[in-house]
């Protein structure tokens, strides 16, 4: 009995203390299925030719569960924080060994608007506190599956950095302007030419049913694990807009992409696992739509890149890449909602050297996302 009191009493107390402190758990679980093909073929030569029919979490948004809260300090003056998990749901595990993997922030909101300290997503894509350019961009934000991406199949998008600062002005007359800066992944190495280091500047005008937004960010890649004589920084200009007429919203966008270290489903998290030397200096372009239809959503989007590719800042050939995605997204009710989608993207490179690679996908979705 005593026993059965004392549960009682701290669930009580904790109950109280969560309410206090504002504190909300919330979630997203996301899971279905996927059937994708990828051929690879360098001058005639079959490299991969494979085909695989899986489960697969995180398809249409990423699974996770998080906790965030708020307390108002007064004089107009809030402090909150963001500890946010993705996992697989399909197995139960984590991507990493990093628990909150996804967001893990401390901000800081008044007048002046707000900052943020911590691992967050970058400005550039549409995750986190701070991602906000991937949702002007494209219908589909930074993308639908692993490797059909929207108009990140045709761009250079830094996902996520650790030791970050961000800003986000208030809005004025339409327009807020955005900082972010990121000391380095590396602990050891923070703000050291050791490590490298992430900045991105952004601004964001709405004007009614019209919004256009351009961004800057740079990646210093400067590090003594090789030689830095033959790395360069990576910069991206981007540049998007979409228009809402009521019976359909559209979306255009554009970047402009210099010794950036990876493109399309390639991970820019993990190229250094790769060869750190490859670089590629081009642009992308997308268009995309969104139509409500059938009391869901129809969305589509093409796209097409057009570089250089390099080795220690050498050409070695020219790429491109042409990408199209199509989707329905039906709600069955305000937190469920069923998807499903297709799509394809084709990369081509021309080497200097005579040879050519092409690397193909196709990929066909469906599942079912709720939230909490």
């Known amino acids: 009995m005593m026993k059965k009191i004392s549960v009682a009493v701290a669930a009580a107390m904790m109950a109280g203390a969560a309410a206090a402190a504002d504190v909300t758990l919330y979630g997203v679980v996301d899971l279905g299925f996927s059937y994708l093909t990828h051929r690879t073929t360098e001058s005639g030569n079959v490299l991969e030719n494979s085909k695989s029919f899986s489960m697969e979490s995180g398809q249409a948004a990423g699974s996770r569960w998080g906790l965030k809260g708020s307390e108002d300090l007064g004089n107009g003056l809030k402090v909150g924080f963001v500890l946010e998990s993705g996992f697989s749901a399909d197995t139960g595990k984590l991507?990493?060994?990093r628990l909150f993997n996804r967001e893990a922030t401390i901000s800081l909101s008044g007048s002046f608007g707000e900052v943020y300290f911590g691992r967050m997503g970058s400005m550039i894509t549409d995750v986190g506190s701070v991602g906000w350019y991937g949702a002007v961009a494209s219908p589909f934000g930074t993308g639908v599956g692993d490797y059909i991406e929207g108009h990140a199949a045709v761009m250079a998008v830094t996902e996520r950095t650790d030791n970050t600062i961000a800003y986000m002005s208030p809005r004025f007359g339409g327009?807020?302007?955005?900082?972010?800066?990121?000391?380095?992944?590396d602990n050891s190495n923070e703000n050291k030419p050791k490590t490298d280091r992430y900045i991105a500047v952004g601004a964001d005008y709405q004007l009614g049913n019209f919004e256009i937004a351009g961004l800057i960010d740079y990646k210093n890649k400067k590090s003594d694990a090789i030689d830095t004589d033959k790395l360069a920084d990576a910069f991206t200009f981007n540049l998007a807009a979409n228009y809402d007429c009521g019976f359909a919203k559209s979306f255009i966008s554009a970047q402009y992409f210099k010794d950036v270290s990876a493109l399309h489903w390639q991970s820019l998290d993990s190229y250094e696992d790769d060869n750190r030397l490859i670089s590629y200096k081009g642009y992308g372009v997308n268009i995309g739509v969104d139509i409500p239809a059938f009391g869901g959503d129809f969305l589509a989007s093409v796209g097409?890149?057009?570089?250089?590719?390099?080795?220690?800042?050498?050409?070695?050939?020219?790429i491109t890449i042409y990408s199209a995605l199509v989707g329905y997204f039906?709600?069955?009710?305000?937190?469920?909602?069923?998807?499903?989608a297709a799509g394809m993207t084709s990369e081509k490179t021309k080497f200097d050297s005579g040879s050519t690679k092409k690397d193909r996908l196709y990929q066909v979705m469906g599942g079912i996302t709720h939230t909490f």
Do not use: C, F, H, I
């Not at 039906?330 to 499903?340: D, G, N, V």
């Open 95 to 97: 991507p990493d060994d």
């Open 175 to 185: 327009l807020q302007l955005s900082l972010q800066y990121s000391m380095g992944n």
């Open 304 to 318: 097409y890149a057009d570089g250089d590719k390099r080795e220690a800042k050498v050409k070695k050939g020219d």
């Open 330 to 340: 039906y709600p069955l009710s305000k937190r469920t909602s069923l998807y499903a």
